[in-house]
Every structure is written in C-alpha cells, then in structure tokens.
C-alpha cells in the first residue's frame, strides 16, 4: 500500500467480515460508585477552611473572596501540590468521583485546518444527547506543543505526553517508524494510567459522541474490557469480531494491567504492525484466556463506524470515521453524519441516518 500523510492515530483499515448485527446489547447499566474518599480532595478542603477562617475577620464580611494583599501572612502559604506528579494531577482533576474518565490523543494534524477534527469531536458533545457534562471529563493527551496550546486555548484538560527522542510534531506517514513509535507510545501511555487506578474510556478523536456511551456500556464489574468492532458479527462474547482501538471502555485492575503490559511487552516482536493489530492478535492467543481479561465486543448499532453503520438514529451512541484514510476526508464525511444527526433532533425524522455514502472516505483509498 502506498503510503500517504495522515494524522497520528487512526487510519482505520478495512475488516471484511460477515455481518449480522441483530442482537442488540443488554446496556442496562448498573450504578456502582465505588465512592473513593480522595485525600488531596480534604486536604484542600481542610486547607481552604483554615483560609476562610483567617481571612474573613479582616475582608470586609466577603469571606469567598481573597484578602487584600497585605493581610496575606507568609506563614499561612500552603504548598498545594499535593500531588505525585503533573500526570497524577490531572487525572485526579479530570476524572469522575469513581476514578474514570475519557482521554483522547491529538497532534498537530488533529488541531489544524478550516474544521479540525478536535473541533469536530468537541461539536458532537454539544450537540449529543447528554454528552455536554462529559467534557468536564475529557482528557486531551498532546504530543506536541501546537496541539498542546490549541488543546489549552480551547479550556480543555490537557496533558502534553512527552517522549525522548521522537519528534511528533508533523503529521506522520502512515506506517512508517515514528507512525508505529507514536501508537507505542500512545499504549504505554495508557498503561500508566492503568496502573494509577482509572479506568476509561480512550476514544479516537474521529469519533463522533452523539449520546452518552455510559447508557449502553456495562458498568459493574463484568466486563474488563468492552471495545468497538468494525463489523459486528452479532455475537458480544465473540473473538471473531475485528476489533477496533479507536473506541473502549478499560477498567483498571491487575488483569487490564497485565495485559497492557503484554501488549506493549509485543512491541518489538510484530514489526511493522499496529497496535490495533497485535491487540487483536493477543485477545485470539491461548495465553489470552489465562489473563482472564472478560471483553465484550461492542455492537455497532450503538457503537457504529463508516466499516459498517448504524441504520438506527435513536440506537446510536457514537460513530467513528473508520474505513477512511486521510483526516480530510473524515471530516467531510462526518459533517454529513452531523448534519443528519441534527436533522434528526429538529425533525424527529429517523429515515436517512445511516444511508449516506461515506463518498470522501471511499476516495480516500484511491491512488492519488
Ligand atoms: C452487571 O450488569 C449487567 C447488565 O446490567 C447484568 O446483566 C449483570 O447481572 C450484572 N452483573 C453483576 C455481577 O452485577
Ligand atoms: C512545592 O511547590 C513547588 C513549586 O510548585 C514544587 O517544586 C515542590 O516540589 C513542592 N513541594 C512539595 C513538598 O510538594
Ligand atoms: C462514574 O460516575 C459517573 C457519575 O458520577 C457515572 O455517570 C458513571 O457511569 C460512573 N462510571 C462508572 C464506570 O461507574
Ligand atoms: C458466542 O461466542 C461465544 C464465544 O465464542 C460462544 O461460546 C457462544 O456460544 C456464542 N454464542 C452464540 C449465541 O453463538
Ligand atoms: C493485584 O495485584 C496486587 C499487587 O501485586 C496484589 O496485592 C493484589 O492481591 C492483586 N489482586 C488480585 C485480585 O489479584
Ligand atoms: C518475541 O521476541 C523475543 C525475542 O526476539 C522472542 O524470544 C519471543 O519468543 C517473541 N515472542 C513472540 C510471541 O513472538
Ligand atoms: C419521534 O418519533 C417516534 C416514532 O416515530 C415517536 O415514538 C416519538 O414520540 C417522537 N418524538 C417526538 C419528540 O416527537
């Protein structure tokens, strides 16, 4: 194949696969907060207290708002960085009360051009069924300081991921050495978080969130790891359904944390292969099962990609510009699957979501 400049994470090949998606997920989803009483969050509490206490006597009866310089004793300056590091930080700021949160990863190529796809990503939370509280949870990763200033500029939570030695800043060629660094780097990454505790949701940035994911994903403890298909082929249990890493749900435990350990452990010995790839190789190994890592295959009625649609606009959770090549095409073809979303929300009329051909995508795998 030739190659051709992408962005960083998502050139989503083709699974031919048959496909017969009719059973639908039991997405009831259970509620279970598993109330984790953060220290940093009493201590600032504790810390704040004491500041309202010794400032309020001398602000003008206006005890929430900071004392005038001068009363500012050094002896009550706190150091607040409480926390292990600035990872630690902003994970504990981004996530949810019971440690979770969605993190998506963006370089340069994801934050520019007339309609950046971050800013594509960002409109389908507005304009999604109870997505907008989300982004209070949403952690934006850059790896690379254009990507890191537009992901500040636009209010967001945002990490810059830094990595000795390679140099992310331009978009990448599909498949080459720093393409298949960068995707490593990305699980090693993810890993790490892993191993802090939270659980997410990693969401590619092509993917378009018009409802909230947490109504169909299952919440208790049964499932590891519930992960997007390409084609799904009507079984959730089923390892023969091609996955697809631009969409899971990861809980944090020791057997997601050994197998990103594995994964990322696979780095050097499938050359040449995507992370995606290896992924799927592992979860159909024998080994897998000794993991003990429960997976449930996402149905794309609900969790849908241009590979294979959801016909059913009242179903649909996300829709992911898979089977696409060039990030300008996924933007073309997604403004359409949100102008047809928006058509839906004003009209009430469900008959054309779904049935529009993805034409840019399409092309985008001609030769040019
Ligand atoms: C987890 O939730 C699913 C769906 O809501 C339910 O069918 C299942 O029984 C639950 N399992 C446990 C262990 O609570
Ligand atoms: C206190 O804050 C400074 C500057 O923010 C930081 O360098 C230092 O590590 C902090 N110390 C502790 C004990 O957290
Ligand atoms: C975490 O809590 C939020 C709200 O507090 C809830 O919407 C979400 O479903 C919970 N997630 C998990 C994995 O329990
Ligand atoms: C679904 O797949 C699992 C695992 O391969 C298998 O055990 C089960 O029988 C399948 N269920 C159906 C209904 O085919
Ligand atoms: C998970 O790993 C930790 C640390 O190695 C260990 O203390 C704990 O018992 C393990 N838990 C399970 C359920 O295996
Ligand atoms: C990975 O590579 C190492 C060293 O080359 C080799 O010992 C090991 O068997 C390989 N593992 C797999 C699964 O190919
Ligand atoms: C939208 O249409 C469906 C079925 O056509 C109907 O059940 C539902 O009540 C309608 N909703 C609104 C808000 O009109």
């Given at each position: 194949m030739k190659s051709s400049a992408v962005g960083v994470m998502d050139v989503d090949d083709h699974h031919d696969q048959p496909l017969s998606s009719t059973i639908k997920s039991m997405g009831i989803w259970m509620k279970k907060n598993v109330r984790v009483f953060d220290v940093s969050v009493l201590s600032l509490l504790f810390?704040?207290?004491i500041y309202i206490f010794l400032s309020s006597p001398s602000s003008n009866n206006k005890p929430f708002l900071p004392p005038r310089k001068p009363h500012c004793h050094p002896t009550i300056m706190?150091?607040?960085?409480?926390?292990?590091?600035?990872?630690?930080?902003?994970?504990?700021?981004?996530?949810?009360?019971?440690?979770?949160?969605?993190?998506?990863?963006?370089?340069?190529?994801?934050?520019?051009?007339?309609?950046?796809?971050?800013?594509?990503?960002?409109?389908?939370?507005?304009?999604?069924?109870?997505?907008?509280?989300?982004?209070?949870?949403?952690?934006?990763v850059t790896v690379d300081q254009t990507s890191y200033e537009r992901c500040k500029f636009l209010g967001l939570h945002c990490y810059k991921l830094e990595t000795n030695g390679v140099d992310f800043v331009g978009e990448k060629l599909y498949m080459s050495a720093d393409f298949i660094k960068m995707m490593w780097r990305r699980t090693l990454f993810l890993g790490d978080v892993l191993k802090r505790g939270y659980n997410f949701i990693f969401t590619d940035t092509d993917v378009m969130w018009l409802r909230n994911p947490f109504s169909r994903l299952i919440l208790n403890e049964t499932f590891d790891l519930q992960i997007s298909t390409d084609n799904f082929n009507g079984n959730e249990s089923s390892k023969a359904n091609p996955i697809n890493t631009g969409f899971y749900m990861v809980r944090s435990n020791n057997k997601t944390i050994?197998?990103?350990?594995?994964?990322?452990?696979?780095?050097?010995?499938?050359?040449?292969?995507?992370?995606?790839?290896?992924?799927?190789?592992?979860?159909?190994?024998?080994?897998?099962?000794?993991?003990?890592?429960?997976?449930?295959?996402?149905?794309?009625?609900?969790?849908?990609?241009?590979?294979?649609?959801?016909?059913?606009?009242?179903?649909?959770?996300?829709?992911?510009?898979?089977?696409?090549?060039?990030?300008?095409?996924?933007?073309?073809?997604?403004?359409?699957?949100?102008?047809?979303?928006?058509?839906?929300?004003?009209?009430?009329?469900?008959?054309?979501f779904g049935s529009t051909e993805h034409l840019a995508c399409r092309n985008s795998w001609r030769r040019h």
């Open positions: 810390v704040g207290l706190y150091n607040m960085s409480t926390y292990r590091d600035e990872l630690e930080e902003v994970l504990a700021k981004t996530s949810m009360a019971n440690k979770s949160l969605i993190i998506a990863v963006v370089n340069k190529a994801y934050v520019e051009g007339e309609k950046s796809m971050l800013e594509m990503f960002l409109d389908s939370f507005w304009l999604g069924e109870n997505t907008r509280a989300l982004r209070d949870h949403l952690l934006i050994a197998l990103f350990n594995t994964w990322y452990s696979r780095k050097d010995n499938f050359t040449g292969m995507k992370e995606q790839d290896v992924l799927q190789a592992i979860i159909r190994e024998p080994m897998f099962t000794g993991l003990g890592v429960n997976v449930r295959f996402l149905d794309t009625l609900y969790f849908s990609g241009f590979c294979q649609d959801s016909r059913d606009v009242r179903a649909v959770v996300t829709v992911h510009a898979n089977c696409c090549r060039s990030i300008s095409a996924k933007v073309a073809d997604l403004m359409a699957v949100i102008r047809d979303w928006k058509r839906f929300k004003s009209t009430n009329e469900s008959l054309t």
